[in-house]
């Protein structure tokens, strides 16, 4: 037999073990409960948003969150449910 007329043997491997999950640390998180929007916070975003026609700019958001006292991310949530709710 030459080399290139070699039976190539296909080597077995032995089964992979599914890989375990480890869960996330939420011991910070154990007590903390959601907040409510207050009254003021809610008459601000609903002021802006009906003074804009459409989403405000990324910096427009900022500044509302910093006078509102809450963070980008809720008021970008705020924006996005309520274009939904008015669609």
Known sequence: MSSKTKAIK???EPPKEP???VPKDRSALIGLKRTRKSR???YQLQKI???AAGKPTKAAL???AKDTGLKLQQVS???WDTEKKNV
């Open 19 to 21: 890989v375990k999950k």
């Open 49 to 51: 948003y009906e003074d």
């Open 62 to 64: 900022k500044q509302l």
């Open 10 to 12: 296909k080597v077995e």
């Open 77 to 79: 949530k705020w924006y």
């Open 40 to 42: 003021d916070q809610i």
